[in-house]
């Protein structure tokens, strides 16, 4: 499935069968042709981090088909990394108005994009989102942890279950 193309991820989810126990979202696009926009409008680094998933996971649980938990792969970009000279997001009002400049790709308009950036800025609104759903579905578990961090020592793993 191609997260980026939402008719892709649409027909993904009508061709799983029954439900799953859990779900693993990582994917990720960074780089100059991460900046355009999709058919649906949005920029390729938003639709591949975060909208794909969004209705990927969102349409298992409409159809109650999502067992108990959903990881969503984030990044050290939400937080900067200097020494591969990524800034971390900075926001003026954290508002919806503001994110979705983001989403759109206006929030560059008039100045030099920075893919960089705006992979950190995707990833944040990724980990708020499963923060609101987490809040929505208490019964259920989702989880945002960041693939460079390394476990910690004997740290369990999902495992025995069916996941997409």
């Not at 900046?35 to 409409?62: I, K, Y």
């Amino acid at each position: 499935m191609d997260v980026a193309d939402l008719g892709s991820v649409r027909a993904g989810l009508a061709a799983i069968n029954g439900s799953v126990d859990a779900l693993v979202m990582n994917a990720g696009v960074i780089g100059p042709q991460s900046m355009g926009l999709t058919a649906d409008g949005v920029t390729t680094v938003f639709a591949t981090n975060v909208l794909g998933h969004v209705v990927l996971l969102e349409g298992l649980l409409a159809e109650d088909r999502l067992g108990e938990v959903a990881v969503l792969a984030g990044s050290e970009a939400v937080r900067g990394v200097p020494k591969l000279r990524m800034k971390g997001p900075s926001w003026v009002s954290h508002s919806a108005d503001e994110f979705a400049t983001v989403v759109d790709g206006s929030y560059f308009a008039g100045k030099k994009p920075d893919f960089n950036l705006a992979f950190g800025q995707a990833k944040y609104i990724g980990a708020l989102w499963m923060a609101y759903l987490a809040r929505q579905y208490p019964d259920r578990r989702f989880i945002t942890v960041s693939p460079a961090t390394p476990p910690a020592p004997k740290q369990p793993v999902i495992s025995h279950c069916r996941c997409v």
